[in-house]
């Protein structure tokens, strides 16, 4: 059932007539809202530190497929431009082999082009002709965080 004018302007009445007895609840919920809120912030500083401490470490090279794979949640599909990630790192002995095989073509002498990224200003338009762009530093980048494990895949990121 609606209420009234009358009656809600009743109500209204009794809510400002109340208002200085529930300060003191009000500050409470406020207090303890503030207290949970700056628990939460704390934790997501610590996150947020923890996150940048796992970006530099991707960005520097210093994780292997399997710590990136442990940033993710659980559940989280895995998949890379060039398709699925490895279950497990290759071995030190086939990264090794690897890289060896990747030095040495690069050291060809028509390799230069393909030490590093093309850039947009150098090639404004390369993008849009070459659709999956590749060099040797990338390469190397994916070698080292377990997307490139066998000669078979380094023959297709070469090609």
């Known amino acids: 059932a609606a209420l009234s004018a009358e009656e809600c302007q ?69 998949h890379s431009r060039w398709g699925k990630m490895p279950e497990a790192p290759p071995s030190k002995a086939t990264t090794a082999q690897l890289i060896k095989t990747l030095t040495a073509i690069s050291k060809h002498k028509w390799a230069y082009p393909f030490k590093r990224p093309v850039t947009d200003k150098e090639a404004p338009d390369y993008k849009d002709v070459i659709k999956h762009p590749m060099d040797f530093s990338t390469i190397r980048k994916r070698i080292d965080c377990g997307q490139v494990n066998t000669l078979d895949e380094l023959q297709r990121d070469l090609n």
């Open 10 to 78: 009743a109500a209204h009445s009794k809510l400002v007539a109340d208002t200085p007895a529930m300060e003191p609840f009000i500050d409470k919920l406020r207090t303890e809202r503030v207290a949970k809120l700056k628990v939460e912030l704390e934790k997501l500083h610590k996150d947020l530190g923890r996150l940048d401490r796992d970006i530099d470490a991707v960005e520097g090279g210093r994780l292997d497929s399997t710590a990136l794979l442990s940033l993710l949640p659980p559940g989280h599909p895995v």
